[in-house]
């Protein structure tokens, strides 16, 4: 099954209280099937039955059969759902 690491993003002002926008931050990291009709996207939704619309792929697949289905150095912000979700598949 290929998994399509996606992130859930996060905007938040700017802590200066002066004008401007919304500033990105690290959102949660959720994992999704990939579509099967049109490789390399994900399906309609994670595997926590989040909706994909809105969420930016991760540049990140597994090196080899075993290995983690997100990026160490993102373990801080993956959805626990859908690490369940994957973990008893």
Not at 5 to 12: A, G, M, N, Q
Not at 16 to 27: A, V
Not at 63 to 68: H, L, T, V
Request: proline residues 13%; contains cysteine; aromatic residues 6%.
């Amino acid at each position: 099954m290929a998994i399509i690491v996606l992130e859930e993003p996060r905007r938040v002002m700017s802590t200066d209280f002066g004008p401007g926008r919304p500033e990105p931050r690290m959102g949660v990291i959720h994992a999704a099937p990939a579509d099967p009709s049109i490789p390399g996207d994900p399906a309609d939704q994670t595997f926590c039955g989040k909706d994909t619309g809105g969420m930016e792929k991760v540049p990140y697949s597994a090196s080899r059969p075993g290995a983690s289905w997100y990026p160490q150095n993102l373990s801080q912000w993956v959805c626990p759902r859908c690490a369940t979700a994957l973990r008893s598949a």
